[in-house]
């Protein structure tokens, strides 16, 4: 896949998924704009001082003018979002703060993101969103609902996009990973058998190739990306 002379917005872009994804374009010739929130990811982001690379402080992604902030002038061939967030919760026990937040943090980033980048694009372009395995098998998130509704709607935006982008040559699409392979999965579920999980290197193949003008036909898929697990 050829990324040459085509820039790419990657949010999340300084976490674990989102760090597998930046080097694979760079590798194969994207330049990247990146936004970030937490200095601490930033500073410990390896591509940081690369000329390919660049970092923009946000404050939230939910926010209509720091998206505009990340966009302004931008005319990207692609963009990734990979930025979210996980909160367990039955939703008995979820109330409307915590629903909001996880409704911010996954789906209205990613919508906000979205429109962004659509008119942002000239003639033709990809997108490609991040959902999750509950937001295809909404049983498999109970015990975790505000984060499944969050990332249901991100599932249903990407469709919905789809059909309205097509005419302009903009190709929009999912990945739905299961639980990956992660320092921080690891130590939060130390006895679980890690070699199942998918490595981000191989979710991270699967949403260059959907953001890469390799793809020319396949749009509104949620793919799932689940490894063994």
């Given amino acids: 896949m050829d ?10 872009g300084t976490g674990a998924l989102g760090t597998a994804v930046v080097g694979a374009l760079l590798g194969a010739g ?14 410990r982001f390896p591509y ?14 939910a926010d209509e003018a720091e998206v505009a902030k990340v966009y302004a002038g931008l005319a990207p061939w692609a963009s990734i979002h990979i930025a979210g967030g996980f909160a367990m919760g039955k939703a008995a026990e979820t109330d409307k703060a915590a629903l909001m937040a996880q409704l911010d943090t996954n789906l209205v980033s990613c919508f906000l993101c979205c429109r962004a980048a659509v008119n942002a694009m000239k003639n033709s372009g990809r997108i490609v969103n991040v959902a999750s395995q509950p937001a295809l098998e909404w049983r498999s998130g109970a015990g975790m609902s505000a984060y499944t509704i ?35 999965n690891r130590a939060a579920m ?23 003008p390799d793809n020319r036909v396949t749009r509104g898929a949620i793919v799932p990306v689940y490894g063994k697990s």
């Fill in 3 to 12: 990324f040459s002379g085509k820039h790419v917005v990657i949010t999340g």
């Fill in 30 to 43: 994207a330049s990247c704009t990146v936004p970030y929130v937490h200095d601490a990811e930033a500073q």
């Fill in 48 to 61: 940081a001082k690369q000329s390919q690379v660049k970092l923009i402080k946000v404050s939230d992604l």
């Fill in 150 to 184: 969050a990332k249901t709607g991100v599932a249903a935006l990407t469709v919905v996009l789809a059909e309205e982008a097509a005419k302009d040559g903009i190709l929009v699409n999912a990945v739905a990973p299961s639980i990956m392979d992660t320092a921080a």
């Fill in 190 to 212: 130390p006895k679980t058998d890690h070699s199942a999980w998918a490595k981000v290197e191989e979710v991270a193949a699967t949403i260059l190739f959907l953001a890469s």
